[in-house]
Structure formats: structure tokens, C-alpha cells
């Protein structure tokens, strides 16, 4: 009986890492290779499989499946993924597509907290490192089969990798990411053997190279940035950073500062050879917020579905001179929030920050490993979503990612039975009798 249950483990693993695999960027340009069909089936495939494990492991026999589980501790994760529903269903013009993608954007979440429920934070990271190493792998692949693909060049850069990805900054994200999923594996798995793994040391130094070969600085720093904030505060055993709050405000001062204080040093900066606009960043910041302002600003255009409202997009272009590049651009808002605010509007983003301040309350009670790990993939989410859209589907991986990290802090969440007994105890005198102590 041992051995089966360890191999069904094994099996469901596996899937885990194919699914993960897909969020992360696979088949990507390989459909240029084997057909548009092999990308629509590796997604499709995985949305199944992500709702097949969740209803394969919730009974023993048919009477007890069920795809919904509901713990109170995930309420402001449920609170999110219902008003984002109900919201975008009310206010979208194209149902049909609206409803595949507000399903798609449950399943992942609820996806997540399945992972949470089923498996240690350290066993998600240690899969979706082997994921990314079959994506290496495969960013190999294409190299060897088509360079032509595999590389871009630009105004500003000549023979960039771009792998799997579109684009050479959307490839460096990934492997800037998975370069720190990859790091705290490694630092655990040196903690528990007393060793580094030969095979993922290998690993990190070929995820560093191609991270280099993508030519990305920003990429890069964050990458640095989150190192360096591991090597710091791991030592602090223990602080614990109210890390929603600092979500909240990193994100909405962040833009403050790009509206108001950014301009005023643009002459310095100019007359340094630095770019002000954070290469055009706030001139697209500034037409949607001049557009939302008149459009749908409480409510937006329904989660994922602005960009593909041609007639939407049109409008956002009328905010800008037609000689501006961005009175043609249609390939996202560059900024979590401001995407967020198309798609979702304002509430949607007080929903947003709800469900992050409401799950992040609990990270105070998380052990040092534990914390330290959530807080550095947290942290790269936080900067990247400064100047990109880290919600730019329903299930890729930073989505998958983000609501993973929602979850484990959640679980967290103390047994208020124990709670109350020890405030009690604390509370009550003891009483010693006549005892005397000398």
C-alpha cells in the first residue's frame, strides 16, 4: 500500500511539473515550429489536469469527490477570485471569452491552495525548479533549431535571447525568476544535506547564463536586489516585515512618485544621458490614467479582456499624440496596478489589496526558513510588478506563484481555540499553595 501511494505521489508530481512547465513559457515560440495548435493544446491540457489532480485527491470514491473545499483561513484569497467573477462578468461586452478566462483565473487559484493544502512550500519550489530546467532545456532546443527564433535584435540591442518568449525582456523575467526559485532550492536542499547538489549548481550557472544572454539589466538588479535582501535579513531571525502593507505602499507610492517627483528631475537626468519616462512608462501611464478617468474607472473592462476590445484599445490611443508610439501600442499597461485598474477598475483593486493585506497578516507567525523563502520570491513579485504586468493571463507563473505565496501565508493562521486557551493561562494566577520557593 506504501509503495502505491508513493507512486501515485510520484505521478502526481509529475503533472505538476508539466503544468508548471506550461505557466512558465512552454511550448512558447515552438508553435512556429510544430503548428499555433500544439500552444491552445498544452493549455487546455493543463487546465484539465490542474482540475482532474484537485478532484482525484479530494475522496476515495465517487460520493466524495469535490472540486470546492472551503477553508475559512483562504477567505481573502475567495473574496478575491468571487468579485473578480461576478465583476467581470457584469461589465464585460464578450461573455463567452470572459467566462473561459474568469474559470481559468479560479481553477489556478484554487489550484494554488490545492498545491498548499498537499504539499510543503520547499516541495513547490523543488518541482517548479525542475520545471525550469526542462524550459532550459528547451531554450536550448530552440537555439539549436532555430536561431533565428531564439534571438532579437533591436534599436538598442543587437542579438538578445529571446527563447521560448516573444520578446527578450519577457525572456529575462522568466529566467530572472526562476534564477531565484532555483537559489532557495538550492540553499535548502545545502541546509538539509549539508552539501550543494552538483546537478542543481549546474543548473543555476546555466539558468545565470542565459539570463546574461537575454540582456536585460533591469532583470538582473531585481535579481541582485533579492540576493541581497536574503543575505541580510536571513539573518534577522526574528523579523517579520508586514509584507502586504509594504505591497500596497511600494505599489501606489511608486506610482505617486512616477506622476509627481519623477518629472522634476528630468532635466538632471536628461543632461546625464538618462531616460525620465522610464523608457516611456509614464507617458503610457499617463494616457491611462487620463482614459480611465473617463472610461469605466470603478469597474474596468473585465479581468484579462481590455487588450482584446479592439474598440477599447482604440480609445486608450486617442490619449496620445499620433506621432507617440503608444497611439498604436496594444501590449499591456507595464505596471501591475495600472493593468489591474483596466481590467478590474478600483474596486477590483481594493479587492486586489484586500486579499494581499488580509493573507499577508500571518506571515508574523511563519518560521525563519519559511518566512525568508516567501518573502524573497514576494519581494520579486513586488518589484517586477513595478514596471510589468505580472497578472498578464490567468495561469502563468507568476499568477500561479503569487496566489501560492497568498496561500502558505494563510496557512499560517493560528487555531484561535489555542489562542484563546493561552491568553487565558496567561491571564489566570497561579496558584502555589504555601509553597516557598528558596
Same mark, same amino acid.
Given at each position: 500500500?506504501?509503495?502505491?501511494?508513493?507512486?501515485?505521489?510520484?505521478?502526481?508530481?509529475?503533472?505538476?511539473?508539466?503544468?508548471?512547465?506550461?505557466?512558465?513559457?512552454?511550448?512558447?515560440? @515552438?508553435?512556429?515550429?510544430?503548428?499555433?495548435?500544439?500552444?491552445?493544446?498544452? =493549455?487546455?491540457? !493543463?487546465?484539465?489536469?490542474?482540475?482532474?489532480?484537485?478532484?482525484? !485527491?479530494?475522496?476515495?470514491?465517487?460520493?466524495?469527490?469535490?472540486?470546492?473545499?472551503?477553508?475559512?483561513?483562504?477567505?481573502?484569497? $475567495?473574496?478575491?477570485?468571487?468579485?473578480?467573477?461576478?465583476?467581470?462578468?457584469?461589465?464585460?461586452?464578450?461573455?463567452?471569452?470572459?467566462?473561459?478566462?474568469?474559470?481559468?483565473? *479560479?481553477?489556478?487559484?484554487?489550484?494554488?491552495?490545492?498545491?498548499?493544502?498537499?504539499?510543503?512550500?520547499?516541495?513547490?519550489?523543488?518541482?517548479?525548479?525542475?520545471?525550469?530546467?526542462?524550459?532550459?532545456?528547451?531554450?536550448?532546443?530552440?537555439?539549436?533549431?532555430?536561431? %533565428?527564433?531564439?534571438?532579437?535584435?533591436? #534599436?538598442?540591442? !543587437?542579438?538578445?535571447?529571446?527563447?521560448? $518568449? =516573444?520578446?527578450?525582456?519577457?525572456?529575462?523575467?522568466?529566467?530572472?525568476?526562476?534564477?531565484?526559485?532555483?537559489?532557495?532550492?538550492?540553499?535548502?536542499?545545502?541546509?538539509?544535506?549539508?552539501?550543494?547538489?552538483?546537478?542543481?549548481?549546474?543548473?543555476?550557472?546555466?539558468?545565470?547564463?542565459?539570463?546574461?544572454?537575454?540582456?536585460?539589466?533591469?532583470?538582473?538588479?531585481?535579481?541582485?536586489?533579492?540576493?541581497?535582501?536574503?543575505?541580510?535579513? %536571513?539573518?534577522?531571525?526574528?523579523?517579520?516585515?508586514?509584507?502586504?502593507?509594504?505591497?500596497?505602499?511600494?505599489?501606489?507610492?511608486?506610482?505617486?512618485?512616477?506622476?509627481?517627483?519623477?518629472?522634476?528631475?528630468?532635466?538632471?537626468?536628461?543632461?546625464?544621458?538618462?531616460?525620465?519616462?522610464?523608457?516611456?512608462?509614464? =507617458?503610457?501611464?499617463?494616457?491611462?490614467?487620463?482614459?480611465?478617468?473617463?472610461?469605466?474607472?470603478?469597474? %474596468?473592462? %473585465?479581468?484579462?479582456?481590455?487588450?482584446?476590445?479592439?474598440?477599447?484599445?482604440?480609445?486608450?490611443?486617442?490619449?496620445?499624440?499620433?506621432? *507617440? @508610439?503608444? *497611439?498604436?501600442?496594444?501590449?499591456?499597461?507595464?505596471?501591475?496596478?495600472?493593468?489591474?485598474?483596466?481590467?478590474?477598475?478600483?474596486?477590483?483593486?481594493? !479587492?486586489?489589496?484586500?486579499?494581499?493585506?488580509?493573507?499577508?497578516?500571518?506571515?508574523? @507567525?511563519?518560521?525563519? #526558513? =519559511? $518566512?525568508?523563502?516567501?518573502?524573497?520570491?514576494?519581494?520579486?513579485?513586488?518589484?517586477?510588478?513595478?514596471?510589468?504586468?505580472?497578472?498578464?493571463?490567468?495561469?502563468?507563473?507568476?499568477?500561479?506563484?503569487?496566489?501560492?505565496?497568498?496561500?502558505?501565508?494563510?496557512?499560517?493562521?493560528?487555531?484561535?481555540?489555542?489562542?484563546?486557551?493561552?491568553?487565558?493561562?496567561?491571564?489566570?494566577?497561579? #496558584?502555589?499553595?504555601?509553597?516557598? #520557593?528558596?
Amino acid at each position: 500500500m506504501k509503495q502505491k501511494s508513493e507512486l501515485a505521489q510520484f505521478r502526481t508530481e509529475i503533472l505538476i511539473v508539466f503544468i508548471f512547465l506550461g505557466s512558465i513559457g512552454f511550448p512558447g515560440t @515552438y508553435r512556429k515550429i510544430f503548428g499555433a495548435f500544439v500552444q491552445t493544446l498544452y =493549455e487546455y491540457l !493543463s487546465f484539465l489536469l490542474q482540475i482532474a489532480i484537485m478532484l482525484r !485527491s479530494s475522496g476515495e470514491n465517487i460520493m466524495d469527490v469535490r472540486l470546492l473545499d472551503i477553508k475559512p483561513r483562504y477567505s481573502p484569497i $475567495y473574496q478575491f477570485m468571487v468579485f473578480v467573477f461576478a465583476e467581470s462578468m457584469l461589465v464585460t461586452t464578450t461573455r463567452s471569452a470572459q467566462l473561459v478566462t474568469c474559470l481559468r483565473l *479560479s481553477v489556478t487559484i484554487l489550484f494554488s491552495i490545492w498545491l498548499v493544502e498537499n504539499l510543503s512550500l520547499h516541495r513547490i519550489i523543488k518541482l517548479f525548479s525542475f520545471a525550469q530546467v526542462l524550459l532550459n532545456l528547451a531554450i536550448i532546443g530552440i537555439i539549436v533549431l532555430r536561431p %533565428g527564433l531564439a534571438f532579437q535584435s533591436g #534599436d538598442t540591442f !543587437s542579438h538578445a535571447l529571446r527563447g521560448v $518568449y =516573444e520578446a527578450k525582456n519577457a525572456m529575462a523575467s522568466e529566467l530572472a525568476f526562476g534564477l531565484v526559485i532555483l537559489s532557495l532550492y538550492v540553499i535548502d536542499e545545502a541546509k538539509e544535506k549539508n552539501r550543494f547538489s552538483a546537478f542543481w549548481l549546474a543548473a543555476m550557472a546555466l539558468q545565470i547564463i542565459l539570463l546574461l544572454m537575454a540582456k536585460a539589466t533591469g532583470a538582473l538588479l531585481i535579481s541582485v536586489m533579492i540576493a541581497l535582501y536574503h543575505f541580510v535579513f %536571513g539573518k534577522l531571525q526574528d523579523l517579520r516585515l508586514p509584507l502586504g502593507w509594504i505591497y500596497v505602499i511600494c505599489s501606489v507610492g511608486f506610482l505617486i512618485f512616477a506622476f509627481t517627483i519623477l518629472p522634476l528631475f528630468a532635466p538632471l537626468l536628461e543632461s546625464m544621458g538618462k531616460d525620465a519616462t522610464l523608457t516611456g512608462r509614464t =507617458e503610457l501611464w499617463n494616457g491611462i490614467y487620463r482614459f480611465m478617468q473617463q472610461h469605466n474607472m470603478l469597474t %474596468g473592462f %473585465g479581468y484579462g479582456q481590455f487588450w482584446n476590445g479592439q474598440a477599447n484599445v482604440r480609445k486608450l490611443h486617442l490619449m496620445y499624440n499620433r506621432k *507617440s @508610439y503608444f *497611439s498604436r501600442m496594444s501590449t499591456g499597461a507595464h505596471n501591475q496596478i495600472m493593468e489591474l485598474w483596466l481590467n478590474i477598475g478600483l474596486l477590483g483593486i481594493a !479587492s486586489y489589496f484586500l486579499a494581499i493585506i488580509g493573507s499577508m497578516r500571518f506571515v508574523k @507567525y511563519m518560521k525563519q #526558513d =519559511e $518566512y525568508m523563502k516567501l518573502s524573497s520570491i514576494f519581494f520579486y513579485l513586488t518589484l517586477c510588478g513595478l514596471t510589468e504586468r505580472i497578472f498578464e493571463n490567468a495561469y502563468a507563473y507568476r499568477v500561479v506563484m503569487f496566489f501560492i505565496l497568498l496561500a502558505v501565508a494563510c496557512s499560517w493562521l493560528p487555531d484561535r481555540k489555542l489562542l484563546r486557551r493561552r491568553k487565558t493561562y496567561e491571564q489566570e494566577p497561579i #496558584d502555589n499553595g504555601d509553597r516557598t #520557593d528558596l
